[in-house]
């Protein structure tokens, strides 16, 4: 099945063309009129040599009309073999999509609302015939119905016609478009974007990224370069200013050898206000009493960290380098690209 982006928006349409794989591009003067653009013959070269396939309007009273102005936008310097004529359907639209097939010209009779109009167009050798699915349903028809017939009458009938699927509203218009069989399909950028969407896959994708970084990436690369450290003689206000100010729910109390004393935290702040009241923040860290600090040396890899947190059930632990605290690795850091 073709797949066609639905837009005259320049930044859409050199966004949708980036992935590489899509057909070609349908818009109409509608879409010009409502990106406010003036110079439709310019818009039309600069978009052709933009997208492999361009479908532009050719308008007319009547046949003969449609034709001159199929024939004036190819000597603008469009490539016959890329471009494709989208004409109305009418008595005079679809002559005029025989006299435009004849002359070599590639055609899409386009606001087909019935099958009727899907078989004159096909009889008069349209390259393309468009049903328009989401207006049809706005009215309350079975949109969906009409397509079927359409492709079915390709099948039957052996007629060299693709049905093009237009007017997608939803990205469940693209999955009914693939069912029925389709040949052609026309997408706005936004639904274009939502085709690769699912919960499930950004939950495994995610959980890929993440077990991939627990296998490559050593602690030391993980911290954020902060090293939240106070010696054993600061006091306990002035460590809690040095925790605000680091952003870290915890700190490294040192000796004074650089040695590690313990870790100071916010959970031991208020263990000890709910013990001993607010006169102890005017104690030194160097007064407190401290379990054996959990570490983790910066050159492992976050697999032996990720084993760590699991086992000791903490939020944090101090990273060292040749037993020297160079930083704190968070449980969140685990996650973090």
């Known amino acids: 099945m073709e797949l066609y982006l639905d837009s005259a ?17 349908t818009t109409t003067p509608t ?3 409502k990106e406010g653009i003036t110079d439709i013959d310019a818009t039309i070269v600069k978009l052709s040599k933009i997208v492999p396939v361009l479908q532009i309007e050719a308008l007319g009273n009547t046949a003969e009309e449609v034709l001159a102005e199929a024939e004036r936008q190819i000597k603008l310097g469009l490539d016959v073999t890329k471009t494709v004529f989208k004409i109305p359907v009418s008595l005079e639209g679809v002559r005029a999509c025989k006299m435009l097939r004849d002359k070599g010209y590639l055609v899409n009779v386009h606001l087909v609302y019935t099958l009727q109009q899907a078989y004159m167009a096909m009889q008069a050798g349209a390259t393309y015939v468009c049903p328009l699915v989401g207006r049809l349903q706005d009215q309350g028809h079975d949109a969906l119905a009409l397509v079927q017939q359409c492709v079915d009458a390709v099948d039957i009938y052996g007629y060299d016609t693709k049905i ?10 693209v999955r009914n478009a693939i069912n029925i069989g389709v040949h052609t399909i026309t997408v706005p ?3 274009l974007k939502q085709l690769t969407e699912n919960n ?8 890929f990224y993440m077990d991939t970084r627990l296998m490559m990436v050593k ?25 605000t100010e680091f952003n870290f729910g915890a700190i490294t109390v040192t000796k004074k050898d650089g040695s590690i004393k313990g870790v100071f935290t ?9 013990e001993k009241g607010r006169d102890v923040l005017n104690k030194k860290l160097s007064d407190l009493e401290y379990r054996e600090p959990i570490t983790i040396d910066g050159n492992v890899l976050l697999n032996e960290a990720n084993a760590l947190f699991k086992k000791t059930q903490v939020d944090t632990i101090v990273v ?14 685990l996650n973090h690209n």
């Open 9 to 25: 928006n320049l930044k859409e349409i050199e966004e949708g063309f980036k992935l590489g794989f899509l057909n070609g591009l």
């Open 31 to 33: 879409f010009m009129q």
């Open 164 to 173: 093009m699927f237009s007017s997608v509203r939803t990205a469940e218009h």
């Open 189 to 191: 950028l936004k639904i």
């Open 200 to 207: 499930f896959t950004t939950l495994g994708t995610d959980q």
């Open 219 to 243: 602690v030391r690369e993980a911290i954020n370069g902060v090293n939240p450290i106070v010696n054993e003689d600061t006091s306990i206000t002035d460590a809690i200013i040095k925790m």
């Open 266 to 274: 916010d959970g031991s702040l208020r263990k000890l206000l709910m």
């Open 320 to 333: 060292t380098n040749e037993g020297k605290p160079v930083g704190m690795l968070d449980i969140q850091d």
